[in-house]
């Protein structure tokens, strides 16, 4: 297992920038995902630390060893792609084999090895089928079999759960995150799905248009996003944004929203005089407000009318409109108003995040940072 690092990576496809300046670590012996939209650039960055694709500038470095120029066969990798990619004409047992008869190893070195690994992933019983033979679930696992067999310092996952029913999916997603724990081996996992890169990743990479927007904890991303971008992408739903006006009063500073106001965090309040915000975005998770048919004494308050209201059996998602911005709450399953009913959206002030409209960026991330263009 070893520390996988990216110094200045960028990758261009003729004009096309896929993946743009990128200085990144991803720690030894830890699960990270890559995590983006289509067309963001996750792919390209994984093909990059596989060898497949070669940066257009920038170093890339396993440990101390320097790998940039290197092919993937050189770079002792395991690689499991989307569609699995196993060889059709060949049983479970011969795919899992192949790439350590490749490197010629002993047929009793490999036996033992084919053997151990279908132990570890339960699939000693599939070893004679073939690949037609096989369920998705089994098809994956077969895949990671053979990516693991050749105890690889760095295992590399491109989306390989994407092809599974959801069932099988959330079931396989909790055995990956298992296995990498007990194999204590670097892993990372290119994928689309917030749900899939909250759930199984220590270390989370937000890529988008090729650039890294946050890198944090789960924990951080959602609850921390550190942009626009990442606060609308993570979560479903996404976090709430609404248009904020900074009022200045009596030497106070409130910010106005669809007709109401409040009296911000006092670390919000620093960080708007020092940086001279006029403007603000008002972000909140769906599930961090309640509906309400008074307005609050505290906190956010603002008057809505019910839009639609989505049943999902353990909570119902209520689309409401406020001031012609369309905002989602997560509410308790007997909370069922009437479209078109009028009520109050109320968020405490502890869940309250503030952005600045022109950097897109939260506010507590502002402080540390310049307030000037966009990174």
């Not at 994984?46 to 257009?56: Q, V």
């Not at 960080?271 to 509906?291: M, N, Q, T, Y």
């Amino acid at each position: 297992m070893v520390e996988v690092r990216l110094e200045g990576v960028t990758k261009k496809f003729g004009r096309v920038v896929a993946v743009n300046n990128v200085t990144l670590t991803f720690p030894d012996g830890r699960f990270s995902a890559i995590l983006g939209p289509s067309g963001s650039g996750k792919t390209t960055l994984l093909y990059l630390i596989a060898g497949i694709y070669k940066p257009t500038s920038g170093r890339i470095f396993f440990g101390d060893r320097e790998v940039t120029n290197l092919p993937p066969k050189e770079r002792n990798i395991g690689l499991v792609f989307q569609n699995y990619a196993l060889y059709p004409h060949m049983t479970v047992y011969d795919n899992i084999a192949f790439p350590l008869r490749l490197k010629k190893l002993p047929e009793r070195e490999i036996d033992q090895r084919v053997h151990e690994v279908a132990k570890l992933l339960r699939i000693e019983e599939l070893l004679n089928r073939y690949p037609s033979q096989l369920s998705g679930g089994q098809q994956q696992r077969v895949a990671l079999a053979r990516a693991l067999v050749k105890q690889p310092d760095v295992l590399l996952l491109d989306e390989p759960l994407s092809n599974l029913d959801a069932l099988l999916r959330l079931t396989i997603r909790t055995e990956l995150k298992k296995l990498q724990s007990k194999l204590g081996i670097t892993a990372i996992h290119v994928t689309h799905d917030q749900a899939e890169a909250l759930s199984i990743a220590d270390t989370i990479v937000v890529i988008d248009t090729g650039r890294i927007q946050q890198v944090g904890s789960p924990e951080d991303v959602y609850h921390r996003p550190r942009n626009l971008f990442v606060a609308g992408f993570i979560g479903s739903p996404p976090a709430n944004m609404l248009p904020g006006v900074i009022e200045r009063s009596n030497g106070n500073v409130y910010v106005k929203v669809a007709g109401a106001r409040f009296t911000p965090r006092e670390e919000h309040v620093r960080v708007i005089s020092e940086a001279g915000l006029d403007r603000v975005i008002i972000v909140f998770r769906p599930e961090h407000a309640k509906l309400r048919y008074e307005p609050a004494n505290s906190g956010l308050t603002v008057p809505a009318e019910v839009y639609v209201v989505e049943p999902l059996g353990k909570e119902n998602i209520v689309s409401l409109l406020v001031a012609e911005n369309l905002v989602k709450i997560v509410a308790p399953p007997d909370v069922k108003p009437e479209p078109g009913e009028k009520l109050y959206i109320t968020v405490p002030l502890e869940r309250i995040l503030l952005f600045d409209p022109d950097t897109q960026l939260n506010l507590e991330y502002l402080t540390a940072e310049t307030h000037g263009e966009p990174d």
